[in-house]
């Protein structure tokens, strides 16, 4: 955390009729942006999130917004998000360099390449390139070409994060994913022959049918491809999709609990045994010959699990400065109306007790844990400092929880069992 | 003015409140433009379920061959677990309508409500609804009217409470059929009170017919079961619209305020009289109702750790809500309970299910409390070993079972009419649950009456489903209690991490005791949740075993993806996990939700 100790967390007060106003859209120009006695104040942001709302078809268990058939709007959207871009300049090059730059989905890959190029200019433009920065994009195996491979990489993306989550026709199938697994490989050989290597594939497991040793087929197939990253997810079923209303419906029988726990730990034990860290609950980072180097790991999702700030832009994106949230509106025709900031909605400024809860939320999840400094000095804040004492000392003798080197973290066990672990740190 | 008083009574669904918007305004009462359906329904519950739960009266006028009469009725509830509403109701009359719908012919409670109004010495017209439907076979129900209930055939009124056909005709025959209120009987006032409700501002609202005497506004009253004594600030009468009037007379039926504030100030069947002239006998009351089904009551709370567990107050906000919706529903009965496992709460007795249900969702809904219920069961009379007989409605309070000499159980006569092809599976049915069979006697072409003695706790839970199911919902029932017998029963215990759990205890036979346990068991193991830890689960009876069951721990809780916008909504999720669901209970160190506690009603088949 830029953490509590800082005293800029007590001066932001979101200025209520700003929020509750329901005549005029709420937008983050005027609750963090407008000037005040003594001239703008600076943050570090050291993390845009950039959100393309574009699918070719809608995936059964997905819950990002995304919309399909919109080739008519992908222009608007483009020019729109570039007018977004510009506005946010002031905030993104007041205070210190743009570390990390996620664009994500939807589809990215969706965009045509002019449309990619155009958009890169500008972000390069706004976030003045840099050799050490991660730039991120998300991509379909379906949407991958050489032209646009050439694009993204002139335009500085240096990570490539690749949906492919099972190879297995069957169970895609399940999930209504529409891809076929071939092109996986493809897109790996398309990226490689661009010169990117840095690339990550996401797995999900705990498909309705799956066994284990489907499950450790797909693994292996993805450990061949050499990627530098792996996330593996086990299913969850989000509200409001079609997967978790067949799911109820009794058409699709979610995967036994222990069987879904034993592929977990099967993944554990496999990706560490490929060479790869485990470094946050469902994310692997290839481990570099320089064994203490973290090199791999997705330096932007570390952003959000140490409760870092970052920028949101595009529909339905969320962002974080000093413990306030905010997401942009989630519907792209309200989207393009708005500007140059456009209309947010779930504005949450947590007081210091909330803070330090999701502050074990997201630190607990990295497997490396907690500073026991860090962990003290939350404890000896907030109003509910001595119940989490209470609820970490239980954790630690039923050994879901363990003290090593100097950090708090989750044991193996308690990897299984976070949420029960943090629901009462919360 | 000529009065005639009178209920509508039918089987459910027969028309009853329909044929009553009928009523209202063939005599004008209301107009075409403000009629709605089934207007006397007026509770939220009543309109939403569609059926009727309590018994309303409203006053109306008709001309008849020139003559001005006065109607009072009342619509009345059909299905069987209100026979104590409708009952009520009839003391307050002279006559019924016994309402059969054409399409369905004469039902279970058909009959019974007719021997009820039989009972009262009342006149009866048979009135045959919903002609106006194809599937309609009036000639046909005329004749089982009179097969069955010996009223003549060519007695039968044909309407339809859609239509409004036939609706003059019957005001007609309800001013020339109908027998005039008996003359008064004393000099001094007597009033019934037939029903009560508790109204926010006026507290205790008195419904009552007037038998001998008068009441006005001002008059001191005195109620003679309780002695004790109140001002009539306000008199009226429905029509339907509350409607104030400064006096009521011989033979009226209408309301009272007279600042009343408590329950214990008003008994339904309580005789009114005036304070300075008393009369010296009361009128006959009403056999207090009797209740069939016994369950508790406990403040839903979540688990353990929350903050608001077991905070004070909520038992408190259930006590309020309970004792207030007794002053509308005095048929229920309610005393505190605690349970080592569930706390402070209350044990309950109803009427039926039915009633069980609709008193926990008004509760809920008008008392704003959630309640955990635990399984109903019904009372049992067990014999000591001393010789002395207890009545207990639990089957946690049932005595050592080495002081028991035996335990009698409640039976019921149980009387099916169904379709004559579906005798067979319902003999099944009934032989299944320990019954007896008493008579079967014919109705019509392809119909039958079937008469069975069962213990009372093998039909209240599932046995009208299965009735419903075997019949293609043609079959209806009605049951009455006729005594208690002995039978070996006993009491099977369950533990649930080894901790016995009274709420879940049952009792039954001892035959079925193993196989019951099982299912039982069963249930329990889907319907709590896996916990951190093992949760052996076991029955018994006495010290012994009998069945068991184990339910694993938990292996995987742990949220997949956690990225930035995320955030807000999981760390909502997990205090909701931390939280714990509501009508949860936590005994010992493991949760139960509400379900669970129903668990012990499964019959399996
Ligand atoms: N077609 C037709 N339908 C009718 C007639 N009378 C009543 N119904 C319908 O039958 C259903 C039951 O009517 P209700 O008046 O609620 O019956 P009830 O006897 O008051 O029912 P409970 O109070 O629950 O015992 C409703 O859907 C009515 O619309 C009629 O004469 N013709
Ligand atoms: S491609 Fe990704 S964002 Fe699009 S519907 Fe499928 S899961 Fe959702
Ligand atoms: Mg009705």
Known sequence: MPPLHTSTTAQITIEAPAIQGKNRAVTIEGILLADRP???????????????????????????????????????????????????????????????????????????AQQWEHLLGVINRVMPHLDRREFTVEANPETVTAELADVLLSGGVNRVSIGCQSFNHHHLKTLERWHDPENVFRSVEILRQAGLANFNLDLIFAIPGQTLDDWLDDLDR???????????????????????????????????????????????????????????????????LNPMATANRCRHNMIYWTNRNWWPLGPSASGHVEGLRWKNVPRLGEYLDGGPFPPIIDVEQLDQDGRIG??????????????????????SHGRRGQQRRLAIERSLSEGYLVGLNGSLRLSRRGLLLADSVIAPLI | MPIRNFSIIAHIDHGKSTLADRLLQATHAVSDREAREQMLDSMDLERERGITIKASAVTVQHTYKGQEYELNFIDTPGHVDFAYEVSRALTACEGAILVVDATQGVEAQTVANAYLAVENNLELIPVINKIDLPAAQPERVAMEIEQVLGLP?????????????????????????????????????????????????????????????????????????????????????????????????HAQVGYMVAAIKTLEDVRVGDTITLDARPASQPLPGYKEPQQMVFCDFYPAT??????????????EALRDAINRLHLNDASFTFETEHSEALGFGFRCGFLGLLHMDIVQERLEREGGVEIVQTAPTVSYQVELTGGEIVEIHNPADLPDPSTIRSIRE???????????????????????????????????????????????????????????????GYGTMDYDIVGYRQDRLAKVSILVNNVPVEALSLICHRDNAEQRSRLILQKLKKQIDRHQFEIPLQAAIGGKIIARE?????????????????????????????????????????????????????QGE
């Open chain 1, 38 to 112: 003594g001239g703008p104040r600076q943050w570090d942001i050291p993390g845009v999130y950039i959100h393309v709302p574009f699918c070719f078809h809608k995936c059964h268990y997905c819950d990002f917004y995304s919309i399909v058939d919109s080739h008519d709007r992908q222009q608007a959207f483009t020019q729109r998000l570039i007018q977004e871009l510009n506005a946010a300049s002031p905030v993104l090059c007041r205070s210190g360099p743009v570390e990390t730059i996620f664009v994500g989905g939807g589809t990215p890959t969706l965009l045509a």
């Open chain 1, 358 to 379: 999701e502050q074990f939320m997201l630190g607990l999840r990295l497997i490396e844990g907690m500073k026991l400094e860090e962990v003290e000095a939350l404890l």
């Open chain 2, 550 to 602: 184990s339910i694993k721990a938990v292996r995987k809780n742990v949220t997949a993806k956690c990225y930035g916008g995320d955030i807000t909504r999981k760390r909502k999720l997990l205090e909701k996990q931390k939280e714990g669901k509501k009508r949860m209970k936590t005994i010992g160190s493991v949760t139960i939700p509400q379900e669970a506690f129903m668990a012990v009603l499964d």
């Open chain 2, 302 to 315: 979540a688990s353990a750790e929350s903050p608001s567990a077991g905070k004070k107050g909520e038992f």
């Open chain 1, 222 to 288: 993805t450990l061949a491809l050499q990627p530098t990253h792996i996330s593996c997810y086990g299913l969850m079923y989000e509200p409001n999709t079609p997967l978790t209303v067949k799911m109820k419906a009794g058409r699709i029988q979610p995967v036994e609990q222990d069987l879904e726990a034993q592929m977990y730990e099967a993944t554990i034990d496999r990706l560490a045994a490929a060479g790869f860290e485990h470094y946050e609950i469902s994310n692997w980072a290839r481990q570099p």
């Open chain 2, 410 to 472: 409640p039976i019921v006569k149980v009387e099916i009419i169904c379709p004559t092809e579906n005798i067979g599976d319902l003999m099944r049915l009934c032989e299944g649950r320990r019954g007896t069979f008493k008579a079967q006697k014919f109705i019509s072409e392809g119909r039958q009456i079937l008469d069975y003695e069962l213990p009372l706790a093998e039909i209240i839970y599932d046995f009208y489903d299965k009735l419903k199911s075997i019949t293609r």
């Open chain 2, 153 to 249: 055939a060519e007695d039968c009124m044909y309407v339809s409470a859609k239509t409004g056909k036939g609706i003059t005709e019957l005001l007609d025959a309800i001013c020339e059929k109908l027998p005039p209120p008996r003359p008064p009987e004393v000099e001094e006032t007597r009033a019934l009170i037939f029903d009560s409700n508790y109204d926010d501002y006026r507290g205790v609202i008195v419904y009552f017919r007037v038998f001998d005497g008068e009441l006005n506004v001002g008059d001191k009253i005195r109620m003679m079961g309780t002695g004790r004594t109140f001002q009539i600030t306000e008199l009226g009468r429905h029509r339907p619209q509350p409607e104030k009037v400064k006096t009521l007379g």
